[in-house]
């Protein structure tokens, strides 16, 4: 007897010890981590993870020690599982296995953080065995929920910055990770009112919480999602006013719910042309929605791309993380104008397709089938219980078909799974006979717990502290310094924690092309230099077909005169993205600064008649054209209508100054005086391309222009008048 409440009081010790991991874990979307790279990332991140592999250590020697707590088969269980292993040999058999396992600091997703997730769904579903504990979780995270949503509200009335632009993001850093975060809790706030709806005090705190809560979605203007709310809603509402007969007032407002809804949406078309709604933030974003809208046409186009990957790789697709080597490969050059390095496709549903292929969008679709098998067939809900988890789903379902996840919005989706696990695993364990099974020895029991301690620690040093010293390191490093061998000791040291390698990288190789154009000793620079290259090939090694990298180690090697290997480079980066004239533009300068002129106009042209709309490859190509005095493809090229863009850019000016085009470079100046006649500087410049011209005395009468407008460059002035006075340049 003494024995058996020894073990009951370790059993209950570390029960609450997992109980604290996981009840801490609702205010994870609080942290910010200023210290590291991506603080809005990272932070939250490590602690998820760290607090994960405690509770699951400890649930691991709870679960040796007390049979109960082992996860017995449902189908929520089974397709959590499913899903897990069919990404882990996507992630093992794809594109590029070690991104696909750790990702980056701006993501911080890969198989790591599927592991984690699954691990705490899992842990949750097993150790939260009541509805009175999950609802205490609920309100826990409903909680936290309003904190972040009270920073939002400072946000809106400008007590506090926003940090991306001008919509809300609270402490996520990014509006639509606040959107789906709201769009969440709006549901559980929902589904604790349901629950507590014989209670007169329940209207007045949900309801408050469910308004104040669409209020900062509505603000943070994520079309998608909010669009997710209306159609989740709507959802919900239909459930409860089909099967909702046991609840006839309930009902009653579930179709007046539905009729009010119909009536604004078919309110806001009617108006949408109006101008208090093109004075709104919010509502004018929901009023461009068009299939001519570039966003909206863009999107096609980059869902298109993630296809055509996912007939490439059908099965188990590319691998998490290796998004960006399909959008790069598929890349139509028509989308010029969006940002150039895609790594999602701006659809949860493609980006599972592309990654994991037909098993990885199958098993992920699998989490929601289990979720309402379980709600519908399993658990014992109500019907306005069970209407508001399905539109819950439904939002979310809706929300994915237009942004990507990140970290808060996975943690809500596998506690939801969590709550999915418990409701059958307890419905499980009701149907199963009791088994007695006698406890583990002492001796046992400690070997177990001494093995999962040791596993803990390595753990937790290997998979995060090394993590977190990289992020903080990589965030010193990029500050600025004492000395610049202060900044690269940071670097060296950020780069042997061996984590999130291609960020560091990337970081250490802009920072090697300020050095080489710095004034530092030639011993430092050549160093640092030196390193940078090494750290480089290094990492087109592990990502030999990464765009984005051969790119940039391209372009630094061009920098550094290593013409031959830039060469080299570029070209591979072609390989990689036949599309992207970003790409044939840096080959084509690298040509023109190796001096072979005739290769440079054919790769320009190549380029530029992949996408003529586009003006930096139009602009490179009459460069070019310049430079190689094709005067023919110049006339062609630099037209009336490109005028208004081509005289503004310094780099024509450079190219007609250095083949000595003296008239096309007063040309260019008188043009720009004429748009800005006070602007000294312009003045000063057509004065000299006046003089370079030989027209010394519309020289002068712009150099004195130019003093008058700055009376401080009069004794310089001065002196530049004497000089072409008497004959001579200055």
């Not at 997730?117 to 504990?133: C, F, K, M, S």
């Not at 509006?175 to 709806?197: D, N």
């Not at 037909?358 to 658990?379: D, N, T």
């Amino acid at each position: 007897m003494v024995r058996n409440m020894s073990q009951n009081t370790i059993n209950t010790a570390l029960r609450w010890i997992i109980l604290t991991g996981i009840f801490i874990i609702p205010f994870v979307p609080l942290i910010v981590s200023p210290s590291m790279f991506f603080p809005f990332i990272t932070g939250k991140n490590f602690t998820f993870r760290i607090l994960v592999e405690i509770v699951f250590a400890v649930w691991l020697v709870l679960m040796y020690r007390d049979a109960s707590y082992r996860p017995k088969f449902s189908w929520m269980f089974a397709a959590i599982a499913g899903f897990i292993g069919v990404m882990t040999f996507a992630d093992l058999f794809g594109e590029n296995p070690i991104k696909s396992i750790w990702s980056n600091f701006e993501r911080m997703e890969g198989l790591v953080a599927l592991l984690h997730l699954g691990a705490y769904a899992i842990v949750a579903g097993t150790t939260l065995r009541t509805e009175y504990l999950w609802g205490v979780f609920a309100h826990t995270s409903l909680g936290a929920s309003l904190i972040v949503g009270s920073y939002a509200a400072l946000q809106l009335v400008g007590s506090v910055a926003t940090h991306q632009g001008s919509r809300l993001d609270a402490t996520l850093g990014n509006a639509s990770y606040l959107a789906v975060y709201m769009l969440f809790h709006i549901f559980i706030a929902a589904f604790l009112w349901a629950r507590q709806a014989e209670r007169p005090w329940a209207k007045w705190v949900y309801a408050p919480i469910i308004l104040f809560e669409t209020f900062i979605l509505y603000h943070t203007a994520t079309r998608g999602t909010i669009l997710g709310l209306l159609g989740g809603t709507l959802v919900a509402a239909l459930l409860v006013s089909i099967f909702g007969r046991d609840t006839p007032r309930v009902r009653k407002i579930a179709v007046g719910f539905i009729a009010a809804v119909v009536l604004i949406v078919g309110s806001f078309l009617a108006v949408k042309d109006a101008q208090f709604v093109k004075d709104s933030p919010v509502l004018s974003r929901f009023a461009s929605i068009s299939l001519e809208e570039r966003t909206t046409q863009s999107r096609f186009i980059i869902w298109g791309m993630a296809f055509e990957g996912f007939k490439e790789h059908p099965i188990l697709g590319w691998g998490q993380e290796n998004f960006n080597i399909v959008f790069n490969k598929f890349f139509k050059p028509v989308l010029y104008k969006q940002e150039p390095w895609f790594d999602r496709a701006h659809n949860v549903f493609l980006d599972w397709l592309t990654a994991g292929g037909a098993l990885g969008l199958l098993s992920y679709l699998s989490l929601f089938g289990a979720a309402l098998w379980v709600i519908w067939r399993v658990g014992a809900l109500s019907v306005v219980e069970r209407s508001i988890l399905t539109g819950l789903l439904a939002a979310y379902f809706a929300h994915n078909f237009f942004v990507f996840d990140n970290i808060v919005s996975y943690i809500l989706f596998f506690s939801f799974l969590g709550y999915m696990t418990s409701v059958g695993h307890r419905v499980r364990a009701a149907e199963t006979d009791a088994t007695i099974i006698e406890p583990p020895s002492h001796v046992a029991s400690s070997i177990v717990a001494s093995i999962v301690i040791a596993s803990l620690m390595f753990s937790i040093y290997f998979i995060n502290i090394r993590g977190v010293l990289a992020a903080q390191t990589l965030l010193r490093a990029i500050s600025q310094q004492e000395t610049v061998d202060g900044n690269f000791a940071l670097f060296k040291k950020a780069t042997s924690y061996h984590y999130a390698t291609q960020e560091v990288r990337e970081q250490l190789l802009r920072f090697a092309s300020d050095v080489g154009r710095a004034n530092i000793p030639q011993e430092t620079k050549n160093e640092i230099l030196t390193y940078a290259v090494n750290e480089m090939a290094k990492q087109i090694q592990i990502q030999p077909n990464d765009t984005r990298l051969l790119l940039f180690y391209g372009s630094f090697m061009d920098q550094l005169g290593q013409r031959e290997q830039a060469i080299e480079l570029l070209t591979e980066a072609r390989r990689t993205s036949p599309g992207k004239q970003l790409v044939w533009i840096g080959l084509g300068n690298t040509y023109l600064n190796q001096g072979d002129y005739e290769t440079m106009i054919e790769v320009f042209r190549e380029g530029y008649e992949l996408e003529t709309t586009n003006q930096r490859m139009h602009l490179a190509y009459a460069i070019g054209a310049i430079y190689a005095d094709r005067r023919d493809i110049e006339k062609e090229l630099l037209t009336e209508d490109f005028e208004t863009y081509y005289i503004w850019r310094d780099a024509v000016v450079n190219a007609y100054a250095s083949q000595k085009r003296f008239p096309e470079l007063v040309a260019i100046w008188e043009k720009r005086v004429s748009a800005q006649p006070d602007n000294a500087q312009y003045n000063l410049s057509l004065g000299a391309a006046y003089a370079q011209n030989g027209e010394f005395r519309k020289a002068i009468g712009q150099i004195q222009k130019t003093i008058e407008l700055n009376p401080d460059f009069k004794e310089t002035g001065e002196y530049y008048i004497s000089e072409l006075r008497a004959g001579r340049l200055p």
